[in-house]
């Protein structure tokens, strides 16, 4: 296996068609100040999107980050994934020095799950932010297992843990197997909005009336508000630090 940068070539469509044929919910795409964000993110850290590619030349996983000033204490994390993003870009229309890397999200080829990969990800990563000299390493971490409990606080789910001591939450357990440790919850790590279409059409299900419904895939609640037309959805993480 080999690390190259995501920008470093074309690759083929049915690789990467491969590749990101899990993960995500298509509610994942509605965060707005996201979508504000993602454009310079992707033009100024490209040097911290990065795949993993076998011996075949196929990418078989695929990571990336933002850089980000902070100073160490819980208290001051940004909120979320989101707000690291608005962070990251600021501090570079700013000026400010980084000193700590995001690891925002690496997924892996399904058929090869379970194989460590992910992990060598997260490893390639924390490679190029020691070769930055950024002496920090932080992920708000999607906890997969938590589409399971949507009616359970974060809080409360980034504690449950198996008897061995570990996380209960398998991708928790990627990040400990690396030495990483809980920070905090972040329980408002994203904010997804849409109209009651949209989300009807996100989730195959129908919101005849306001209130809370709980999604497929769905970290927590949806909240509908019909005589606003709209759906507001918030998705926990869990802070964890690498370094």
Not at 27 to 42: N, Q, S
Not at 176 to 201: C, F, H, K, N, Y
């Amino acid at each position: 296996m080999r690390i190259e940068r995501t920008d470093s070539r074309t690759w083929q469509d049915e690789h990467l068609k491969e590749l990101f044929s899990e993960g995500f919910p298509e509610f994942i795409t509605a965060d707005r100040l996201v979508k504000e964000y993602i454009g310079r993110v992707g033009e100024w850290f490209a040097d911290l999107n990065l795949m993993l590619v076998d011996d075949r030349d196929v990418p078989v996983a695929s990571g990336w980050g933002v850089p980000i000033r902070w100073d160490g204490l819980p208290e001051s994390l940004p909120a979320g994934y989101t707000q690291a993003l608005v962070h990251a870009v600021e501090g570079r229309e700013q000026d400010a020095e980084p000193n700590t890397l995001v690891i925002c999200g690496a997924i892996v080829t399904p058929s090869l799950k379970g194989r460590g990969l992910a992990g060598e990800t997260l490893k390639a990563l924390r490679q190029a932010a020691a070769e930055a000299g950024w002496d920090r390493v932080i992920a708000p971490v999607r906890p997969t297992m938590k589409a399971r409990y949507p009616l359970t606080p974060v809080e409360k789910f980034m504690r449950w843990s198996r008897e061995d001591g570990m996380a209960l939450d398998p991708w928790i357990r990627t990040h400990q197997r690396l030495g990483a440790t809980i920070l905090s919850a972040a329980p408002a790590s994203q904010t997804m909005t849409g109209t009651v279409a949209e989300w009807e059409r996100w989730t195959g299900m129908s919101f005849p009336e306001s209130g809370d419904y709980v999604i497929p895939e769905g970290l927590s609640l949806l909240r509908i508000n019909r005589s606003a037309d709209e759906g507001v959805y918030q998705e926990p993480n869990v802070w964890m630090r690498h370094s």
